[in-house]
């Protein structure tokens, strides 16, 4: 996910006479979306605490929080290469924890009582309410999160791997509260019953629910969250495609967790078949998609870079640096070291994320899924660079000789179309323009490419941009 500066911002001239209203505010919009979700977190930390006790809660929140880090970790590894804003990963959390834990409480409980007073079978309405109502309600409560990033924070949701990684976040807050009311309940439980070690409801439910399945619901929800991600990749025109793919990936995680959730009535070897039969194996293969997606995502970097230093904004080694998550961390380690500690590594990684959103939008362009704001954006992401250039080149440098040694030059630029580059050529470091730095390519490559060709000593005087200006169409 795309660490970026705000969209730029339109201020009216004076006179224009042209305000904003007051709900279009933004501290009138954070401030409503935390007083939302801070009020379901009241509500739901309310609803549980009766159900359960304080005893009963205070047990289930220290056993419910064990998996949270070691998920959140995962999610967060694999967002590394793009690292999204922490901001989006906490609102999805808050929202899974407390909004759609609230309104999975509340829905399931009022249609499992309508189906028991209708049918007047208590026993069946549990059934069918926790194989069909709850899977529905559950997993739209949780797409919603995904659907809201997606909506508002587009340039932080540019593809699969944010998908994936917003829906598992949502997912693991809302694992999160649940557990604490299903471990508390049984915690209640076995001091009603007197049950007590290994044999206690409180174990065998933290071995079902914590041990041997604690990514349940991340698994349900991250197809989902890979509907959205293909979305994210279409184009404006591919309607039909943006549309229905997040619906079946949300279709798909319903019904794999209503089977998740009626395993328990498939007989007395029910669970195990199901965990074994689907649950390991979808698993297993979403995490080899997550993994081949990131890997992915590096070879794009070193792809899409190469122009940029023929347009003298990165060094010749930094593609392939930048394309290298273990080159990355020598990289921030070494400036942490040796060029001001913590503020110079932070300033490192900031550069690493801004070049991959870089990268990641030449890629976008060039396919013809770029926005209309492309140009702006990728102005604003040479800036981002260019400002911290005077620690970051040093220490990419460094991590270039000692980590990951660059291939030869003339093959790994053959390998990308370029001719070699090495660290004297003349378009290594750019000519500088009246402003200081080197002229944006403006989606054009630095390169013979397609019908534009950006000399070295003369890059193009960009064209005037508007609204509709898009550099990377024909």
Request: positive net charge.
């Amino acid at each position: 996910m795309a660490i970026s500066p705000p969209y730029p911002s339109y201020s009216p001239g004076p006179g224009s006479g042209t305000h904003p209203h007051w709900w279009q505010r933004r501290w009138v919009r954070y401030g409503a979306l935390i007083t939302l979700l801070a009020l379901s977190g009241l509500v739901i930390l309310a609803l549980v605490r009766r159900q359960t006790g304080t005893a009963g809660f205070l047990v289930g929140l220290g056993l419910a929080v064990l998996p949270v880090p070691w998920l959140l970790a995962a999610f967060r590894w694999l967002d590394r290469v793009e690292p999204g804003p922490w901001r989006n990963l906490v609102f999805a959390f808050a929202w899974g924890a407390c909004a759609a834990a609230l309104i999975a409480i509340v829905a399931n409980s009022f249609a499992t009582k309508w189906i028991a007073t209708s049918t007047a079978d208590p026993a069946g309405a549990d059934t069918l309410g926790a194989t069909l109502i709850a899977p529905v309600v559950e997993e739209s409560a949780k797409a919603a999160a995904v659907l809201l990033v997606f909506l508002f924070r587009r340039r932080d949701f540019t593809g699969i791997v944010d998908g994936v990684v917003i829906a598992g976040v949502t997912a693991t807050g809302f694992a999160f509260t649940e557990n604490i009311l299903y471990l508390g309940t049984a915690f209640g439980t076995d001091r009603l019953s007197g049950g007590h070690g290994i044999a206690s409801v409180t174990a065998a439910t933290f071995f079902v629910r914590v041990v041997m399945s604690p990514f349940a619901h991340p698994l349900f929800t991250v197809l989902t969250g890979i509907g959205f991600g293909v979305a994210a990749l279409s184009t404006d025109r591919q309607h039909a495609r943006r549309v229905l793919v997040p619906l079946g990936g949300l279709l798909l995680a319903m019904s794999m967790h209503a089977l998740w959730n009626g395993s328990a009535t498939f007989g007395q070897f029910g669970f195990l078949a199901v965990y074994a039969a689907f649950m390991v194996p979808a698993f297993g293969l979403l995490t080899w998609l997550a993994v081949w997606t990131r890997q992915r995502e590096l070879r794009t970097v070193r792809e899409e870079l190469p122009a940029y230093v023929y347009a003298g904004w990165l060094g010749p080694a930094e593609p392939f640096v930048l394309g290298s998550m273990r080159a990355r961390r020598a990289a921030r380690d070494h400036a942490r070291r040796h060029f001001g500690g913590r503020p110079a590594a932070r300033a490192v990684a900031q550069y690493e994320a801004y070049a991959t959103s870089l990268a990641f939008l030449r890629h976008r362009g060039r396919r013809g899924r770029a926005g209309a704001d492309s140009a702006a954006r990728e102005q604003e992401l040479l800036a981002e660079l260019w400002r911290r250039r005077e620690v970051a080149r040093p220490a990419l440098e460094h991590a270039a000789r000692t980590v990951a040694p660059m291939p030869a030059a003339t093959a790994y630029w053959a390998r990308y179309g370029y001719p070699a580059v090495s660290a004297g050529h003349p378009a290594a470091y750019g000519q500088p323009t009246a402003y200081g730095h080197p002229a944006v390519p403006y989606g054009y490559p630095a390169v013979p490419y397609g019908n534009q060709t950006v000399p070295y000593g003369n890059p193009p005087v960009p064209p005037a941009r508007y609204p509709g200006y898009n550099p990377y169409r024909p």
